[in-house]
T-cell receptor
């Protein structure tokens, strides 16, 4: 069965600083990988996804993620964080083309002004 | 275009009562999913509908949980004889199979509190 680990429960960065959120997955076949963001009281918004092809994927709001098969990782990055990026970020892996997503426990991002 | 909608947004009930949660998927999306999010945790898969195929119920935690979907439209998640451990946010998502795979779009959720 697939699993996802987000080792950082909380991260605090200063506005304008760079950001990297870690995600490691376990899955026996080619993974379908996703990053979602959840703001307080909101549903999950898709930031980006990886299905195949180029291992560096671009998403919305200036986020990008890199799939590294050798490290079983799909880390999320942003070069310059904005205060509005404060939220909870979830990494997910999908079996069967993206069905039955398995989520990590999330990373809570705090942005200091 | 409207996104996934869920109702009610909040539901408070007493232990032992039944509750129904509703999900309206994005029009034309063939697949629909229910997840549960307990406080401070990630999402747990509950059930998945794809077209007219039999639903994948492998994530339902007990026989008190059931879900129905009419065609490719509305879905209802029913929890019978609610328990305090059922308190959570219940999220619905829908997706359209594209050439590569599924991308799930989520609704705002229903926050269920069982007293």
């Amino acid at each position: 069965a697939q699993s996802v680990t987000q080792p950082d429960i909380h991260i605090t960065v200063s506005e304008g600083a760079s950001l990297e959120l870690r995600c490691n997955y376990s899955y026996g076949a080619t993974p379908y990988l996703f990053w979602y963001v959840q703001s307080p009281g909101q549903g999950l918004q898709l930031l980006l996804k990886y299905f195949s092809g180029d291992t560096l994927v671009q998403g919305i709001k200036g986020f990008e993620a890199e799939f590294k098969r050798s490290q079983s990782s799909f880390n999320l990055r942003k070069p310059s964080v904005h205060w509005s990026d404060a939220a909870e970020y979830f990494c997910a892996v999908g079996a069967g083309g993206g069905n039955k997503l398995t989520f990590g426990t999330g990373t809570q991002l705090k942005v200091e002004l | 275009g409207a996104g996934v909608s869920q109702s009610p947004s909040n539901k408070v009930t007493e232990k032992g009562k039944d509750v129904e949660l509703r999900c309206d998927p994005i029009s034309g999306h063939t697949a629909l999913y229910w997840y549960r999010q307990r406080l401070g945790q990630g999402l747990e898969f509950l059930i998945y509908f794809q077209g007219n195929s039999a639903p994948d119920k492998s994530g339902l935690p007990s026989d008190r949980f059931s879900a129905e979907r009419t065609g490719e439209s509305v879905s209802t998640l029913t929890i019978q004889r609610t328990q305090q451990e059922d308190s959570a946010v219940y999220l619905c998502a829908s997706s359209l199979t594209d050439r590569e795979g599924y991308t799930q779009y989520f609704g705002p959720g229903t926050r269920l509190t069982v007293l």
